[in-house]
């Protein structure tokens, strides 16, 4: 699936889980971090760029899905982020969840184009070829379902976002963040009116 649906999905487990925004960040950062594989391909554009050669992904295609979808990526991911968290068993066992969503997302949802362009779940790698998953059914990257999952994943952030007070830009600025729900809660306030919605308490949030 795209970073984008991770990135939604891995948030709404984390603001269900988690209290503080230090480890809810931490959390959906683990639902993202698989794909950090794919940034081989600014390698990639950089090179062309650089050469005037027209663009191969080379790079793209030699290391996504090797380097951080596979059971040695999830142990220095979750060991990283849980010297970084407040409750660090916890957010221990939620980034490795996430972790393990993202790949279940992958093997249901990373189709290329025609039928028989499967990403499989190199599970072993970078250290070994084995395990290797995957699944015939496998739905197109740009498929109608990962669009109609996109489409409920914004409405149900945009839901919490409104009720909690917080959104997923939490996670990049608590600037950008307060200033994006206020925004949510005005429209919410205004297309249901009503008790007002649970207003900002992020000040009182320890970090
Ligand atoms: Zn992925």
Not at 59 to 71: A, K, S, T, V
Request: aromatic fraction near 14%; include cysteine.
């Amino acid at each position: 699936m795209s970073p984008l649906i991770h990135f939604m999905a891995s948030w709404l487990v984390a603001v269900a889980t988690t209290e503080n925004p230090r480890d809810r960040r931490l959390i959906t950062i683990a639902g993202v971090i698989p794909d950090i594989d794919g940034f081989g391909m600014i390698a990639d554009v950089v090179k062309s760029i650089a050469t005037g050669e027209p663009t191969t992904f080379f790079y793209y295609q030699r290391y996504h899905h090797y380097l951080g979808h596979g059971w040695p990526a999830a142990i220095v991911f979750t060991l990283a982020f849980a010297c970084l968290a407040r409750q660090r068993w916890r957010t221990a066992l939620l980034c490795l969840a996430m972790f393990h969503l993202h790949l279940l997302c992958d093997f249901i949802a990373s189709r290329g184009p025609t039928p028989g362009d499967i990403w499989p779940i190199l599970y072993g790698e970078p250290v070994s070829r084995h395990p290797v998953w995957m699944w015939k059914g496998q739905w197109q990257l740009d498929g109608w379902q990962n669009r109609i999952i996109a489409v409920l994943l914004v409405f149900a952030v945009l839901g919490v976002t409104a009720r909690r007070g917080i959104s997923c830009l939490e996670v990049f600025s608590r600037r950008l963040d307060a200033g994006f729900v206020r925004v949510i809660q005005k429209w919410y306030s205004a297309f249901r009116p009503g008790p007002k919605p649970q207003e900002n308490t992020r000040p009182q949030d320890q970090i």
